[in-house]
């Protein structure tokens, strides 16, 4: 009986918060099973990179929370899991992915209908493929949304899994600026798949034994498996939210704090902690940057690359906090390594980043002149600083633990390995990446 008084007494505050709870009213729409079990055997499968080398799942994969475990991750060039990922003398990367792999939770919700970390990618009913992307005019028809087609993104990046210049078939597309079309690098992926006889077979069943094989087939069942795969709604807050079941004493108090006094919900948002939008918090930026090659900086001006707008220079997108104590590091660059420093920078994130070290960072092999380049030139800082639309909070130590202990809540274990897991084996039969046993 103490306890539940204890519980009512410390809900009371609450009833007053500046935001209201959210409601628990997510829609995932069905997916077709047999389309769910082919993408499983994709996402994993690196028959989908330019060398065969890399899948989705090497930079997005389970056992690191749908992430990578990296501040920023190594793609071609390299091989294995998290910090044990390693960089291939004979063809080593020329620098690490320029964003930190963004988890993949929950984003088979119908709310989540903008991706990357710059929203450069969105669904769009009033274009003629239902999708804005800034490929425009030479967008394919045929992808279900806009999840299934950031899929088309990854397999033509050097850095994450086309490979470099011309030293695969894949990669000199790319380069030749050949994307759609026979002969382009959508193209050769698709009759890469559709020349294995197990996924020629899976895709009967999906888009029928007369259809080609397109590159689009392909991302619209890989979207359909991370739709089904990683649907992350049971954890203790939304055990909450639904039932009333009672949190910790302090999980109760962070989640006042989140809710009020500290401001958590103007950004994070709904049931899944975000608004969905974009913002510009200090974040330190470290690595190469998502800048052309030929651009002589390493700035990321973040949402300012997609709309040319100067007010929405340095801003990204508000991530999801689902499982947000399984995915560090955090950041668009992965910048935090721990879950209490990121929190910490958003209540002054001037000061944070005018103060931040490097070893608050996660890189597994190698050592880039573009590590840290931007955080050494003060003009890049200071501009980075200049942005910040967040103001300063005071909390005490104690108060931020609770915020943690609230963000705690938003795990949902069963959910952590997936509903089909990591595959023994891919129709391919090339090797996958894993962590090696210590």
């Not at 749908?66 to 044990?84: E, K």
């Not at 006094?261 to 510009?280: N, R, V």
């Not at 991530?319 to 910048?335: D, F, M, W």
């Amino acid at each position: 009986m103490r306890h539940l008084l204890l519980c009512i007494a410390a809900l009371m505050p609450i009833m007053l918060a500046a935001a209201p709870l959210p409601e628990a009213d997510a829609h995932f729409p069905e997916q077709d099973m047999a389309e769910v079990k082919l993408g499983q055997f994709l996402f994993y499968d690196p028959i989908l990179s330019g060398n065969k080398t890399v899948s989705c799942a090497s930079c997005h994969h389970p056992d690191l929370g749908t992430s990578d475990g990296l501040s920023l991750g190594l793609g071609d060039g390299a091989t294995g899991l998290g910090l044990q990922r390693k960089i291939d003398p004979q063809n080593p990367p020329e620098q690490r992915i320029p964003r930190h792999a963004p988890a993949l939770w929950n984003l088979g919700a119908t709310e989540f209908t903008v991706f990357f970390h710059d929203g450069r990618l969105e669904d769009d009913p009033s274009r003629p493929s239902g999708i804005r992307t800034p490929l425009g005019s030479e967008m394919e028809m045929g992808f279900d949304n806009a999840l299934s087609a950031q899929a088309m993104f990854p397999v033509l990046s050097p850095d994450e899994m086309a490979g470099h210049y011309s030293e695969n078939d894949v990669s000199q597309a790319v380069r030749l600026g050949q994307l759609t079309g026979p002969g382009g690098a959508w193209d050769i992926l698709a009759q890469r798949v559709a020349a294995i006889p197990a996924y020629r077979n899976a895709f009967d069943d999906v888009i029928g034994a007369q259809a080609p094989i397109k590159f689009h087939d392909i991302a619209n069942a890989m979207a359909a498996f991370i739709a089904f795969e990683w649907r992350a709604n049971a954890s203790a807050f939304d055990a909450f939210l639904r039932e009333e079941t009672p949190l910790s004493e302090e999980a109760l108090v962070g989640m006042e704090l989140f809710y009020g006094k500290a401001q958590c919900s103007s950004c994070h948002a709904g049931q899944f902690q975000t608004d969905h939008s974009f913002h510009a918090i200090a974040m330190p930026q470290i690595g190469p940057g998502k800048a052309a090659r030929f651009e002589r900086h390493n700035r990321d001006v973040g949402r300012g690359r997609v709309t040319g707008a100067e007010e929405d220079f340095y801003r990204f997108r508000t991530p999801s906090l689902r499982n947000v104590t399984q995915t560090a590091p955090y950041g668009h660059s992965g910048a935090y390594t721990r879950l209490e420093d990121v929190v910490r920078h958003h209540l002054d994130p001037v000061p944070a980043l005018l103060t931040y070290e490097a070893d608050q960072s996660t890189f597994s092999d190698g050592n880039f002149n573009s590590d840290f380049i931007v955080l050494d030139r003060k003009i890049d800082v200071l501009q980075i600083a200049g942005a910040n639309e967040l103001p300063a909070i005071d909390l005490t130590d104690q108060e931020v633990n609770d915020i943690i202990a609230f963000l705690e809540t938003l795990t949902d274990y069963d959910a952590l390995k997936g509903r089909f897991g990591v595959p023994d084996a891919v129709p391919s039969g090339l090797p996958l990446d894993g962590i090696e046993a210590q």
